[in-house]
């Protein structure tokens, strides 16, 4: 069993380097990022690799000989597959979001917030994990769910006011009437399927998945699915909106209902780096988010209410 590649990394550099302070600025990663990384190997190895000296760190024999191992490694992996080298630098912003968020908010999106500044280069992690932000190098994070999450500053940045789609055919085939009609379609829904309780809750009937209803990991699936004839979706704006607004999906009943979840914009905690901080007032800019919520997001002073 190998040790984690990101404690590898982090050893590489602060080994190469000499420094936690000097492997941070390469890697893009805070300090304390860096030094949890090594704590974490050292841990996984059942030994020191780092003396801690007061200028930097100096190697134990041990970790002499894993730095060699590793650079060896390291190269040959160079050597042997066409490597992805990813953008580094003071411009470089990192972003957590799901496939979903990615695809169908930030993608459209992704030339207006890169076109306020030339350098800026903004580099998506996307993946369904809560990850830890400091500890993997994320500046920014779009997340889905009550909020409130430990490790991290988080503010609101839309909320979901849903209402249900199908394929054309398929919504015409439903017509009008009363919500209790679309009991009678199989129902869409991603892995929560809170939505669809809310909006059933709202208009006086009780929802439960049933066998006939669907589940998909990700909201792109759910609505494919339903674009697909599979069933009744809530669309869930503004993240459906494009689909609605070109037809591929279509309004089966117009009644809204509010989802329990929102998304909210998260970043580590600490001051947050100038181009995070660009890119947060644009993202902010782009929602609707108040100038006030987003100087508590980045612990600014408000210039407007």
Not at 61 to 87: I, K, N, Y
Request: aromatic share 6%.
């Amino acid at each position: 069993m190998l040790p984690p590649l990101d404690t590898l990394r982090a050893f590489e550099a602060a080994a190469r380097t000499g420094s936690f302070s000097a492997a941070a600025e390469a890697l893009n990663l805070t300090h304390g990022a860096v030094s949890r990384q090594v704590a974490k190997l050292e841990h996984w190895l059942g030994l020191r690799v780092f003396e801690r000296q007061a200028r930097g760190v100096g190697l134990t024999p041990e970790g002499q000989r894993l730095l060699q191992r590793t650079q060896e490694a390291f190269a040959l992996m160079a050597d042997t597959s066409d490597r992805w080298t990813e953008a580094r630098g003071a411009a470089v912003v990192r972003f957590s979001a799901t496939p979903s968020v990615c695809s169908l908010w930030l993608m459209p999106r992704l030339r207006l917030f890169e076109a306020g500044d030339p350098a800026l280069r903004i580099v998506l992690q996307v993946d369904h994990r809560r990850v830890d932000l400091e500890d993997e190098g994320i500046d920014l994070a779009i997340r889905c769910g009550r909020g409130g999450a430990p490790g991290r500053v988080s503010v609101q940045l839309f909320e979901e006011w849903c209402f249900p789609v199908a394929s054309p055919e398929l919504a015409r085939a439903i017509g009008e009437g009363s919500p209790a009609r679309l009991l009678e379609q199989p129902l869409i829904h991603d892995s929560d399927a809170a939505g669809w309780r809310a909006w059933f809750a709202r208009h006086g009937l009780d929802y439960r998945p049933r066998p006939q209803d669907r589940r998909f990991e990700d909201y792109n699936l759910v609505l494919d699915a339903a674009a697909c004839g599979l069933g009744v979706a809530l669309a869930r704006p503004p993240l459906a909106q494009a689909q609605v607004e070109s037809g591929r999906v279509a309004m089966v009943d117009a009644r809204t209902a509010l989802n329990p979840v929102s998304y909210w914009l998260d970043r580590p905690l600490g001051q947050p780096r100038p181009a995070a901080t660009a890119l947060a007032g644009r993202i902010a800019a782009e929602a609707g988010l108040s100038a006030s919520k987003l100087a508590g997001f980045l612990k600014l002073e408000a210039k407007a209410a």
